[in-house]
């Protein structure tokens, strides 16, 4: 396991108790959004591509964390009927564990890495990732949701853009000194050492399209319900239907 992973690990072990009170405030901060609001939105969008969510779907949650996602899906009018949460922290899955009680027979919770996703291939009809995509490499992240996807099953990430800004030279740089010095006072050194990390592996929502395009995804959807600025991470969400086997091999093809 790389040293970033087990920075994410103890960062995340030490945030499990408190995490959905601490993502909570961290949103309402920067986004003036609750973290239900957050994940409503995110589900609603996935409900936009006809058919994902139904009553026998079959759904993956990466990066589950505590599970409030899994939670959502097999709650409320319309719930779905297994969701699958994987997550690399079992600190979090822990706490998920304690959570997810009432609906044990509806989720399964799966210690792994999002980076080789320990699961049958080619079986979910969705597959999420909400607020963890800024941890992990994003092609092998996309690659890994379309080997877990069936055909035209639907891709769903959530989490915080870059503006084409933070690629400038330098930028880089001082937005992960920012990052390390707001999470260190606010947080623990952990969460800043996982935080300034992920700096780099915060996309542009034009690189996330153009990388699910070349991944064999159709229907590439973008929401960002508060623009973009410059100077502040603001939320997208990106939803999208895996294309059919023979659009991928083309793309493997083209890019040999
Ligand atoms: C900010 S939390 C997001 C949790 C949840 N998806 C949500 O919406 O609240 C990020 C989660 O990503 C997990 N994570 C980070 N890297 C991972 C990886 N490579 N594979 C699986 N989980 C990972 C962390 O353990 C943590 O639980």
Redesign the pocket.
Known sequence: MSTD?HA??K???D??AN??AV?DAELRRFWGWS?ER??EW?LDLVRLHEGSLRQDSLVL?????????PRKLVSGPEPVGQVVG????P???YAARQMIAPFNSRITLVC????A?PLVDGVFDVA?????TH??EART?ISEMHRMLAPKGVLAI?DVAAHSAWKWPGIGTILRLFAFLYFLPSRNIARAR?EAAAVARVHTVDEWRALLSECGFTEIRVAQPLGQRPWSPMPFAITARRGTTEAREATDANSE
């Open positions: 992973s994410i690990i960062a995340f072990a945030l499990a995490y959905e993502v973290y957050f994940v995110l949650d990466i990066a589950t964390g505590t599970a409030l996602i994987v997550d690399i922290t600190g979090m899955l792994g890495s999002a980076m996703l999420i990732c909400a607020l963890g941890h992990m992240l959530a996982a």
